[in-house]
């Protein structure tokens, strides 16, 4: 049971972290402090049963990742602009979830840089997307994976997050396949969150 558990690691850790995700969404007063201690678990968990790939040089993880993560945050703001033209209500969605669950101290931006950015990528992009291709092919693994990351971010109730996150885990699952670095896709991530909340925010 225990070798099966080891090659087969999804069927425990799937559960596991929609458990987690909801754990810390179901109550805003603490949302950062268990989402933090979710992310440590998973990221924790994740490097036991899996490989970390870097395989450029910090230059060019640092270049990728800053245009890719500009080109996340532009598909994103672009988005949502194109939702406010049409008949959904998106700008009170995104205001609620913003001011319950958006970063807005120092302490709040280096838990994303330390914790839940590398813990976001090495669970969802570096365990899940390379269990999956156990199963399914390398594109299937990416799309699935994302998908999976969309939903467990659904149980924040707030469902522009989740065509968020399922167009981010798609863009920066086939990014790690591509580059095989995970600190390109960590940066990647990071440049796109500096972008939403601190330098150009959505206008809501």
């Not at 989402?35 to 040089?57: G, H, N, P």
């Amino acid at each position: 049971m225990i070798n099966f558990l080891k090659q087969h690691p999804l069927i425990l850790m799937l559960p596991l972290a929609f458990f987690l995700y909801n754990l810390a969404f179901e109550n805003t007063a603490i949302f950062w402090y268990m989402y933090t201690f979710a992310m440590l678990i998973l990221m924790s968990l994740a490097i036991i049963f899996v490989k970390i790939y870097d395989e450029l040089v910090t230059w060019k993880s640092l270049v990728y990742g800053l245009g890719y993560g500009t080109l996340l945050y532009g598909i994103i703001a672009a988005g949502f602009q194109l939702l406010l033209l049409s008949p959904f209500n998106i700008s009170g969605p995104v205001d609620s979830f913003l001011s319950a669950f958006a970063p807005v101290s120092i302490w709040h931006y280096l838990l994303l840089m330390f914790i839940i950015v590398p813990g976001e990528e090495i669970f969802w992009r570096g365990l899940v997307q390379q269990k999956l291709k156990q199963y399914v092919s390398t594109p299937l693994s990416v799309l699935s994976s994302a998908i999976l990351f969309g939903l467990a971010l659904a149980l924040s109730g707030f469902w522009p997050g989740v065509v968020a996150g399922i167009a981010a885990g798609l863009i920066l699952g086939l990014l790690y396949e591509w580059k095989r670095s995970l600190p390109v896709i960590i940066v990647a991530h990071l440049i796109m969150i500096v972008l939403l909340f601190l330098i150009l925010p959505l206008p809501v």
